[in-house]
C-alpha cells in the first residue's frame, strides 16, 4: 500500500495556510518538510497547517512539525495547527501521547487561527507534562 498525501497551500494576508489530507509518516513528510522551507525561502514565516483531514501520523510526521516550529521561530516567525476539538482525531491523540502538543499553537479551524480566536487549550498535567520537565529544553525557558 502505498501512503499519500495531498496539501492545499493558499495566502491569506501575511499567512500561509497548508491544507493537509492523508499520511503523514517516513514516507510523506518530507514532502510536507520542502514545501515549508519553499514558503520560508519566499519570505511567508506565518505558517498554519490543518491537519483535520489527516487520517494518520507517525514520529516523522511529528518530528516534522516540530522541526517546522523550530525553523519557523528561528526567522521570527508564527506557526499554528489546525487540530478540531474532537479528541478522537489522529494527530492530536499522537502529540497528546507523546507530551508535544503544548509545544504548538492549536486552533480550532482556519479561521479561529487566522483571527487569534477560539485557541484551543490543553491542561499540560492532563497530558502528564509539567514546566519542570520541559525547562533545559528548547521548549521552555527556565
Known sequence: MVTTIEVDENEYGSWTVFRVRGELDLVTSPRIRRRVHDAVACGRHDLVVDLSG???????????????????RSCGGRLRLILPEDRDGHVGRVLDALGVRRLFEVYEDVDAALTETGVVEVDADAVGVTRADLIGTDRIAP
Do not use: E, Y
Not at 57 to 72: E, F, K, N, Y
Open 54 to 72: 489527516v487520517r494518520f501520523c507517525d514520529s516523522s510526521g511529528v518530528g516534522m512539525l516540530i522541526a517546522t516550529r523550530r525553523l519557523l
